[in-house]
Nanobody, 121 residues
Framework: QVQLMESGGGLVQPGGSLRLSCVAS????????MGWYRQAPGKQRDLIATITYGGSTNYADSVKGRFTISRDNAKSTIDLQMSSLKSDDTAVYYCNAILQKRSWSTPAVYWGQGTQVTVSS
């Protein structure tokens, strides 16, 4: 069984910072890409940032320069450091990983259950 668990969400004032973490656990052979997505009420789930096993990153234009994704391959974790937060950043944030459970397994996408981030004064 594979599980992705997010932590670090909460309430923060506009202009503030927050750090999200996600850990992958269970029967995992290899994790390739990992990332963060978010979904605001009534909207689709959107990509925020991704990071490859080698550390290459990609960001949505809306968060470039404000959010930083990082990864620890040894611990199977990714973090999302968020700064200069705006009310538009309010959403449920989801962790995502493309991984293989066995060496012969086809890579599959796994999701965490999400953590709420609310930016409000």
């Amino acid at each position: 069984q594979v599980q992705l668990m997010e932590s670090g969400g909460g309430l923060v004032q506009p202009g503030g910072s927050l750090r999200l973490s996600c850990v992958a656990s269970g029967s995992i052979f290899r994790i390739s890409d990992m990332g963060w997505y978010r979904q605001a009420p009534g909207k689709q789930r959107d990509l925020i940032a991704t990071i490859t096993y080698g550390g290459s990153t990609n960001y949505a234009d809306s968060v470039k320069g404000r959010f930083t994704i990082s990864r620890d391959n040894a611990k199977s974790t990714i973090d999302l450091q968020m700064s200069s937060l705006k009310s538009d950043d309010t959403a449920v944030y989801y962790c995502n990983a493309i991984l293989q459970k066995r060496s012969w397994s086809t890579p599959a996408v796994y999701w965490g259950q999400g953590t709420q981030v609310t930016v409000s004064s």
